[in-house]
């Protein structure tokens, strides 16, 4: 009865390497997974919790359930408190992630609470066991589970059930477990079925039946290259042949080739359990000699089995601190890249902040300089304009001049012929009668004397000489009109005589008024008068 709940219990542990049905997407807890179960647990282990770091750094609450719930399955074997502890921080994160993906926050919720119940068989808590693999069994049978988790829940409730010796209730879930495996062609768990379906039989003494699920059992497990289901399918197909048909030589090959098989494997509890089925069938045989060398191995077995459980935590401890630095030397290096991607991006922005700078100096500088260029040119151009003008009123000014002088010099030559004409027609005159002398004379006279030749005379003079008037006035107010006259006279350079033949005087009343206007220009004897009113 002792070799059968050994049976029962590691049936009970292969159900929890079930949890992970499912494969996972994560690519680090798939390679985990595939050193798990080749019983290499140092290597999954490594591999579980490198995916746990970068899910923490990345704050990734699927994959930080994720392998946090491997951690537990790696971890357990080892240390049952350590396998507790990372499958509540699973659950934990799945309570988070119900928040954005319900759906797969249920089934890992409901592998966390397959992980725990499997774990607390192993700590012989079988009540509790039974209570979260029933609410695992409730919330998924009526829903199409394809995570293979509602199977492992039947197999574990099965379990406990034949471990209290209630075989019908045991029957009834380890058939559910065969069927949900059976549906989805899990051939990983279908040896562990067959095995548990076959030990019923077999305690209901139905010989055939439960010879041919455990032969059934091997075969799959052979082809499947289960070496846990091929351990579980000999060493029951050899307390079969122990306890129906007495062959002692046939159960004791089974049981060898499961020692030898176990031998193997990391987890020394299969080579334990296979001696311990060699144990009985040597008592079977009396052969108490080697029933003690047995007893001896596994005794050193287990010793090297707690010993191994010791150095299991150790070693998880050295992977968590490997992985712990390798992260920390990856967050070193990552800073340090962060720190030269910074610089490299400072360096560039800087670099380009210049090159626009630079284009845009160069080409306000390009656009200023041609703006220079036009303007220079439009100075040149408007002085070149304001030269032609300044020519062209130049021109202007001394054509006018040129008029008025003309017009100046025809109306003094005008008055000049015309005082000659009138002197001519006195001189005729005198020569005839006496009587019309006084009336030729008065006429002539009236005709000498006009001012409107002085007027045409003075506006001419003006507009050649501005001013002239205007100055000597100012500065000499006691001149006189016939003053300003002699003077006009002057500054055309005409002769004493030329005067008063327009003056209509003598020349000596000419020289008579010149010097009288020389003493009202308060002009000494040395000066000349001709050059003083040219000055003017």
């Known amino acids: 009865m002792n070799v059968f709940k050994s049976l029962v219990v590691v049936l009970l542990i292969l159900t929890l390497n079930g949890v992970s049905a499912q494969s996972s997407d994560n690519k680090l807890i798939q390679k985990g997974w595939s050193e798990l179960i080749k019983d290499n647990e140092n290597a999954a282990f490594k591999y579980f919790w490198e995916a746990n770091e970068i899910a923490k750094k990345q704050n990734n609450t699927k994959d930080k359930a994720e392998s946090y719930l491997y951690l537990g399955i790696c971890s357990f ?16 994160e799945y309570h988070t992630l119900e928040k954005t993906d319900k759906e797969k926050a249920t089934i890992g919720r409901y592998k966390c609470l397959q992980l725990i119940s499997t774990i607390y068989s192993r700590q012989k808590k079988y009540d509790d066991a039974l209570r979260l693999s029933k609410e695992v069994i409730a919330e998924l049978e009526n829903k199409n589970d394809t995570s293979g988790t509602l199977g492992l829940a039947y197999n574990s409730v099965g379990g406990i059930y034949e471990l209290k010796n209630q075989d019908d209730e045991a029957q009834k879930y380890y058939r559910l477990a065969l069927i949900e495996f059976e549906k989805a062609k899990n051939v990983a768990y279908l040896p562990t079925s067959y095995c548990k379906i076959g030990e019923l039989f077999k305690k209901k003494k139905q010989k055939e039946i439960s010879l041919t699920y455990f032969k059934k059992a091997l075969a799959l497990a052979e082809k499947t290259e289960n070496r846990q289901g091929q351990i579980i399918a000999l060493i029951a197909l050899g307390k079969w042949y122990l306890d129906f048909d007495r062959n002692f030589s046939v159960a004791e090959h089974y049981c060898n080739n499961a020692r030898i098989i176990a031998i193997g494997l990391s987890d020394k509890l299969f080579e334990i359990k296979s001696i311990e089925m060699l144990i009985d069938i040597k008592k079977s045989q009396s052969n108490f000699k080697e029933v003690s060398q047995l007893q001896s191995e596994i005794i050193t077995l287990k010793d090297s089995f707690y010993s191994a459980e010791k150095q299991q935590i150790e070693k998880s401890l050295e992977v968590q601190f490997e992985v712990s630095e390798k992260n920390r030397k990856l967050k070193l290096i990552s800073a340090e890249k962060e720190v030269t991607k910074l610089t490299n991006y400072l360096l560039v922005s800087v670099l380009g902040i210049l090159i626009v700078v630079f284009s845009f100096l160069y080409y306000f500088l390009k656009r200023i300089n041609k703006r220079d260029k036009q ?162």
Not at 77 to 92: H, M, P, R, V, Y
Not at 442 to 450: A, D, E, M, P
Not at 487 to 506: F, G, H, R, T, V
């Open 77 to 92: 074997g080892s240390s049952l408190e350590k396998g507790l502890q990372f499958a509540t921080k699973s659950l934990n």
């Open 375 to 536: 303007l220079l040119t439009a100075k040149e151009e408007l002085v070149q304009l304001m030269e032609e003008q300044k020519m062209l009123k130049e021109q202007q000014f001394q054509n006018d001049l040129e008029h008025k002088e003309s017009q100046l010099s025809a109306i003094t030559i005008q008055m000049l012929e015309k005082n000659e004409l009138l002197d001519e027609i006195k001189t005729i005159l005198n020569k005839k009668e006496p009587n019309a002398e006084n009336e030729l004379k008065k006429l002539v006279s009236k005709y000498t004397i006009q001012d409107n030749n002085w007027k045409d005379f003075d506006n001419y003079f003006e507009s050649v000489n501005k001013n002239f008037y205007t100055r000597l006035k100012q500065k000499y107010p006691d001149i006189s009109t016939n003053d300003l006259k002699i003077c006009a006279l002057i500054k055309l350079n005409l002769s004493i005589k030329e005067m008063a033949s327009i003056l209509n005087i003598s020349p000596d009343s000419v020289k008579t008024a010149r010097h009288r206007l020389r003493k009202k220009l308060q002009l000494n004897t040395e000066e000349n008068l001709t050059d003083f009113i040219l000055s003017v």
